[in-house]
């Protein structure tokens, strides 16, 4: 069964910094792009991050570019999202999600996890 993890939630004070993962179970990441989104209470999800299957073709939400920061390790196991000066607007589910080549859709998505910025 293919199936993607997200990890590194919690809660952080704002200006703090906090470091997202995204692995598969069950295939590599290494031949899909990889997208990041957020789900925020009474809000629809939207898009965070995206990086392409190679690594060399990355974009941001404008509400987090300077802030955040997109990655793949280099054995492309996993994909990392490192997110810094975060305010309470910050807070939401984060998801990553797979999409194959070829395709026009995010076929893979992770359960999610809660990132909560509050003092």
């Known amino acids: 069964q293919l199936q993607l993890v997200e990890s590194g939630g919690g809660l952080v004070q704002p200006g703090g910094s906090l470091r997202l993962s995204c692995a598969a179970s069950g295939f590599t990441l290494e031949y899909y792009a990889i997208g990041w989104f957020r789900q925020a209470p009474g809000k629809e999800r939207e898009g965070v991050s995206c990086i392409a299957s190679g690594g060399g073709t990355t974009n941001y939400a404008d509400s987090v570019r300077g802030r955040f920061t997109i990655s793949r390790d280099n054995a492309k196991t996993t994909v990392n999202l490192q997110m810094n000066s975060l305010t309470p607007e910050d807070t939401a589910v984060f998801y990553c999600?797979?999409?194959?080549?070829?395709?026009?859709?995010?076929?893979?998505w992770g359960q999610g996890t809660q990132v909560t910025v509050a003092s």
């Open positions: 999600a797979a999409l194959p080549l070829g395709s026009p859709n995010y076929d893979y």
